[in-house]
């Protein structure tokens, strides 16, 4: 497929480049290494998928509540931050679906408070999420449902990054740390002992490549792409270094072009 097809602005914004907004705060699907060099599972897919056009990716660190008005701006070309496929989205991008998704709820190692996941045992407790995620929109939920069945709201503290909602947790300052499940098992695998999931994994989605809905000859392109890398075993092996076999999807979906 390389330099089979010719992408021109705005669909391509600079000469060579495929440009992605991503929160890069949350491994394993995008982070920072040491050495501040993005990477995870969204950063390689998406690189991958630029080569295959005869691309360079550039990767732009961007505010997840800011992610889809950057992209209508034309500030980027594509979103790759593990953006789940919503109705709500789907009136403003397209997508691409590209993987899997689940949410759960972290505790301390031993669940003292006895949690079973995101539901009335959260009643009355302290919940830390990233600012606008799907998990802060659970336990919004879940919360109204606790003061419903006249039971305490669920406290919830937001936060730009996971790692910060997660130490909130190890300092005591929550109960729990409600976040994606690759994201809360990459976190319990780097710090083996201290905290687990409460209850089983729930709310599984679709996560997609957004693009603009004016943008076909990109969103063609691109669905082109992902599909040359699940044929040629690319996609499976970047999931598979990244611990994310089970979020891999069977097959890739119908072209909507």
Known sequence: MQGQLKLKPPAIRQAGELQFCSTIAT?????????????????????AIARELGLKAVWLNTGFTDI???????HCDLIMSDLYI???RLKVVNFIPYMWASESVVVKKGNPSHLTGMNMSLCGHRVAANFSTTAVEDAQSQSKTCTKAGKKAITITQFK??????????????????????????????????FQFAGAAYGKILAGIAVNKNDP????????????????????????RFGLTQEELAKPLPDRN
């Open 68 to 74: 889809i008005p950057a992209l209508q701006a034309g």
């Open 217 to 240: 000859a990109l969103e063609h392109a691109v669905t082109l792409a992902f599909r040359t890398l699940y044929k040629n075993h690319t996609y499976a092996r970047i999931f598979e």
């Open 27 to 47: 491994p394993p699907v995008e982070y920072y290494t040491s050495n501040h060099v993005p990477t995870g599972t969204d950063v390689e897919l998406g690189s």
């Open 161 to 194: 990054t996971p790692i910060q909602a997660l130490q909130q947790l190890a300092l005591g300052r929550a109960t729990a740390f409600a976040t994606t499940t690759e994201n809360g098992a990459y976190y319990m695998a780097q710090r083996k002992g201290l």
């Open 86 to 88: 919503k109705p709500t």
